[in-house]
Nanobody, 127 residues
Framework: QVQLVESGGGLVQAGGSLRLSCAAS????????MAWFRQAPGKERELVAAISRSGSFTHYADSVKGRFTISRDNAKNTMYLQMNSLNAEDTGVYYC????????????????????WGQGTQVTVSS
């Protein structure tokens, strides 16, 4: 079992930056593949970025490539999402997700693959 708590959301102007954090409980954080998802009003939850257990392998949605950076610090049981050059289309609730994985280099891009979810943090980008 792992509990996830997101923080760092807020209101920002277009072109600005935010850094989200996801703090995880438990001693086995390094055994989990993790990801950030987001859900805009009236839309389905979508993958933003995923990261392997070690942090060496990452995957990004095309819409955020070159603007967002996912990372993790296994010693601190924390995952991050650095978001730069934000625009109105980035507005939504951002969720962190985790699931156990055997592979040190693997990650999942499907929402259904993740067993544990945080409560979400709101990001609002004003244009």
């Amino acid at each position: 079992q792992v509990q996830l708590v997101e923080s760092g959301g807020g209101l920002v102007q277009a072109g600005g930056s935010l850094r989200l954090s996801c703090a995880a409980s438990g001693r086995t954080f390094s055994m989990y593949a993790m990801a950030w998802f987001r859900q805009a009003p009236g839309k389905e939850r979508e993958l933003v970025a995923a990261i392997s257990r070690s942090g060496s392998f990452t995957h990004y949605a095309d819409s955020v490539k070159g603007r967002f950076t996912i990372s993790r610090d296994n010693a601190k049981n924390t995952m991050y999402l650095q978001m730069n050059s934000l625009n109105a289309e980035d507005t939504g609730v951002y969720y962190c997700a985790a699931t156990p994985i055997l592979s040190d280099s693997g990650y999942y891009i499907n929402l259904g693959a993740y067993a544990y979810w945080g409560q979400g943090t709101q990001v609002t980008v004003s244009s």
